[in-house]
């Protein structure tokens, strides 16, 4: 267990919806980044948050946006929902706002759009 | 920004025989090289890690060697077990305040 925890572990929605997905990072850690992973491919980085202020972003899309709340768990929200979206988004948080320390990753958000 | 590249995209080897992944980034001020190992269905794991400023780090049957002069480094396996079959990302980190990951290597070890 990583201490990390994200939810739901599995979500099924339609085309044009919109979804959050949550994510309690461990405790004590300050960043939160968010990753998605589609079939078969790497992790993909789409933003990060330190202390509730944007501290880096990756390709993440216009429909999608994410914040970092003062008791430290972040949201990601995906509208307009396409096919392509479909993906095992990953939460990962680190101690503090640099790199140069272990990312602890989540279970993951399984999204299926139909 | 950084561009990190990894191969091969999948690997098989015999129990017992070593595995070696390499990795390529762009940006030479990327300065903290980990390793992550994602199981069939589950989370990516730190398994080693390599800051800049040394070449080798070991553990037990994990080594990971890093060239900063060509901007590469290698994930090394020895005495693989069929436990390590896994799929293995290499990532880079820089001042840029962002991760960057390989695709990763679909590692087998065949019993």
């Known amino acids: 267990d990583s201490g990390v925890t994200q939810t739901p572990k599995h979500l099924i929605t339609a085309t044009g919806q919109r979804v959050t997905l949550r994510c309690s990072p461990r405790s004590g850690d300050l960043s939160v980044y968010w990753y998605q992973q589609s079939l078969d491919q790497g992790l993909q980085f789409l933003i990060q948050y330190y202390n509730g202020e944007e501290r880096a972003k990756g390709n993440i899309l216009e429909r999608f946006s994410a914040q970092q709340f003062p008791d430290l768990h972040s949201e990601l929200n995906l509208s307009s929902l396409e096919l392509g979206d479909s993906a095992l988004y990953f939460c990962?948080?680190?101690?503090?706002?640099?790199?140069?320390?272990?990312?602890?990753f989540g279970e993951g958000s399984r999204l299926t759009v139909l | 920004g950084e561009n990190v590249e990894q191969h091969p995209s999948t690997l098989s080897v015999q129990e017992g025989d070593s595995a070696v992944i390499k990795c390529t980034y762009s940006?030479?001020?990327?300065?903290?090289f980990p390793w992550y190992k994602q199981e069939l269905g589950k989370r990516p794991q730190l398994i080693i890690d390599?800051?800049?400023?040394?070449g080798e780090k070991k553990d037990q049957r994990i080594a990971v060697t890093l060239n900063k002069t060509a901007k590469h480094f290698s994930l090394h396996i020895t005495e693989t077990q069929p436990e390590d079959s896994a799929v293995y990302f290499c990532?880079?980190?820089?001042?840029?305040?962002?991760?960057?990951f390989g695709t990763g290597t679909s590692l087998t070890v065949i019993p």
């Open positions: 390599i800051r800049s400023n040394v």
């Open positions: 940006d030479s001020a990327s300065n903290y």
């Open positions: 990532a880079a980190y820089n001042t840029g305040n962002q991760f960057y």
């Open positions: 990962a948080s680190s101690v503090g706002a640099g790199g140069t320390g272990e990312l602890f």
